[in-house]
């Protein structure tokens, strides 16, 4: 069976760190490109970052850029996103999702997510 589970959210302050993990099982995330998105309350889901298969190329929004990294552990089947420096604009659900291809822009077919991981920023 084809599943992504996030993990790693939880409540921190303004300025701490968290890091998001996305596990995959019954398929290899290696043969696809990866993307990380968040939905707040009242918003559209935004695309956060993503990093792609062919080339490793990675993409961040604007909004998080420089705090935000994300990586892929190919022996783990795991990718993750390491969080920095959140700030309470941060807060969302965040979900994992695959494709076979994206955009440089992280635009794509995404197939898989997963059930998300609620990240709240508040002092």
């Known amino acids: 069976q084809v599943q992504l589970v996030e993990s790693g959210g939880g409540l921190v302050q303004p300025g701490g760190s968290l890091r998001l993990s996305c596990a995959a099982s019954?398929?290899?995330?290696?043969?696809?490109?990866i993307g990380w998105f968040r939905q707040a309350p009242g918003k559209e889901r935004e695309g956060v970052s993503c990093?792609?298969?062919?080339?490793?190329?990675?993409y961040y929004a604007d909004s998080v850029k420089g705090r935000f990294t994300i990586s892929r552990d190919n022996a783990k089947n795991t990718v993750y996103l390491q969080m920095n420096s959140l700030k309470p604009e941060d807060t969302a659900v965040y979900y994992c999702?695959?494709?076979?291809?994206?955009?440089?822009?992280?635009?794509?077919?995404?197939?898989?997510w997963g059930q998300g991981t609620q990240v709240t920023v508040s002092s």
């Open positions: 019954g398929f290899t995330l290696d043969y696809y490109a």
């Open positions: 999702a695959t494709a076979l291809w994206i955009s440089h822009t992280c635009g794509g077919a995404y197939a898989y």
């Open positions: 990093l792609s298969r062919s080339d490793g190329s990675t």
